[in-house]
T-cell receptor
């Protein structure tokens, strides 16, 4: 069965520092991969997605992610974090299994930003 | 653009009560889904629909019922609320499934006492 692991529950970075959020997935073929962001009290917003092609994908708000098949990873990066980036981030994989067309989410990484 | 609209935003229920969480989208999306979000658990799929008249169970369907009579609406019914159903519920829609962007509503925070 497909699964998504986000090893870090909570990360704190200083404003202006670089950021990398880790995501590992379990799936035999090339997966559909997504990163969503959830600001406090809000719904989820898509940051970026990977389906095929270039393994480095650019998203909104200055985020990027790199698909590494050999490591089954899809880590999210940002070169310089802003205070407004404080939120919870979810990695997700498209489900090829029983509930096709839906997403399997990781448990999320909460990002705090120090001034 | 309204996108995905969920009502109500907050609700408190007593154990055993029933209620319906409403979800409507105005993007003519075929796929609609309900997820619940619990601390440390991420989002888990409750029920989903791939089009009007078609619904199926997700990962955690027990205690919930859905129907899809129109493309726009996908209500979630709690048949007899239990404290274990205290959660934040999100409705999502997408044009054709997982290879297209899913749009999420703002969520319904439900407390069952």
């Amino acid at each position: 069965a497909q699964s998504v692991t986000q090893p870090d529950i909570h990360i704190t970075v200083s404003e202006g520092a670089s950021l990398e959020l880790r995501c590992n997935y379990s799936y035999g073929a090339t997966p559909y991969l997504f990163w969503y962001v959830q600001s406090p009290g809000q719904g989820l917003q898509l940051l970026l997605k990977y389906f095929s092609g270039d393994t480095l994908v650019q998203g909104i708000k200055g985020f990027e992610a790199e698909f590494k098949r050999s490591q089954s990873s899809f880590n999210l990066r940002k070169p310089s974090v802003h205070w407004s980036d404080a939120a919870e981030y979810f990695c997700a994989v498209g489900n090829y299994g029983g509930s096709q067309g839906n997403l399997i989410f990781g448990k999320g990484t909460k990002l705090s930003v120090k001034p | 653009n309204a996108g995905v609209t969920q009502t109500p935003k907050f609700q408190v229920l007593k154990t055993g009560q029933s209620m319906t969480l409403q979800c409507a989208q105005d993007m003519n999306h075929e796929y609609m889904s309900w997820y619940r979000q619990d601390p440390g658990m991420g989002l888990r799929l409750i029920h989903y629909s791939v089009g009007a008249g078609i619904t199926d169970q997700g990962e955690v369907p027990n205690g919930y019922n859905v129907s899809r009579s129109t493309t726009e609406d996908f209500p979630l019914r709690l048949l007899s609320a239990a404290p274990s159903q205290t959660s934040v519920y999100f409705c999502a829609s997408s044009k054709t499934g997982m290879n297209t962007e899913a749009f999420f509503g703002q969520g319904t925070r439900l407390t069952v006492v």
